[in-house]
């Protein structure tokens, strides 16, 4: 079974990239597919049905015209910044709020891909 240490700098890079820092939004799994070039068995790994917490403002998931969604299927961009960051043992800045901290983990996995001395070929090493 192939896991994220399976993953390309590639691909990781455009996962990094696309997510922008945004530790909010829950993204399809097309995206992971067709915009990041992942395989679908790793993707899979990393979607879930994810339902609103319909008693809390902050817990509820809102489509783009600002309706309640009480479920969808997807990833959630921190989540997978996060799990990204511990399968490559990069060490980032913890922060308070979701969008710090997604900021966070997006500047110290770029500044590790980034890294000269990290090879350009398999998540092994990357």
Request: proline share 2%.
């Amino acid at each position: 079974m192939s896991t994220l240490r399976d993953l390309t700098k590639k691909q990781v890079r455009a996962v990094v990239e696309y997510v922008d820092g945004d530790g909010h939004t829950i993204f399809d799994r097309k995206v992971l597919l067709d915009d990041c070039g992942w395989p679908a068995e790793i993707a899979d790994t990393v979607c879930e049905k994810l339902e609103s917490d319909m008693g809390s403002p902050k817990g509820m998931i809102f489509g783009k015209n600002y309706e309640v969604i009480e479920e969808l299927y997807g990833w959630y961009g921190l989540s997978v910044l996060s799990q990204l960051a511990a399968v490559l043992e990069v060490d980032y800045e913890d922060k308070m709020g979701r969008g710090f901290r997604a900021r966070s983990i997006t500047k110290a996995l770029l500044e590790h891909l980034d890294n000269p001395t990290v090879a350009a070929g398999e998540q092994n090493d990357v």
